[in-house]
């Protein structure tokens, strides 16, 4: 079982930056790839970045790749999604999700409950 919880959301200007933060329990945090996703009001939840278990393969949309850059320090059992020259279209509420693979899918094992991005223009 692990359980995320997610922290670092909050109102920034365009062009602004975030580092969000995905702390996990459980001794098995290595075992498991971690990726960020994102929900819009009215949109479908979105793929945004993923990280594998070691953090030597991460992967991103297109949307927000020479934006966002995802990292993970496997002793504080934390994956981080720094965010900058942030757009109004990236306002979201972000998600991570771990599972036991070498990368995150659209169904991952386990979601956290979410931290809310807003960009304002």
């Known amino acids: 079982q692990v359980q995320l919880l997610e922290s670092g959301g909050g109102l920034v200007q365009t062009g602004g930056s975030l580092r969000l933060s995905c702390a996990a329990s459980g001794r098995t945090f290595s075992s498991y790839a971690i990726g960020w996703f994102r929900q819009a009001p009215v949109k479908k939840r979105e793929f945004v970045a993923a990280v594998s278990r070691s953090g030597d393969s991460t992967y991103y949309a297109d949307s927000v790749k020479g934006r966002f850059t995802i990292s993970r320090d496997n002793a504080k059992n934390t994956v981080y999604l720094q965010m900058n020259s942030l757009k109004p279209e990236d306002t979201a509420v972000y998600y991570c999700?771990?599972?036991?693979?070498?990368?995150?899918?659209?169904?991952?094992?386990?979601w956290g409950q979410g931290t809310q991005v807003t960009v304002s223009s």
């Open positions: 999700a771990a599972q036991s693979h070498s990368t995150v899918s659209d169904t991952p094992d386990y």
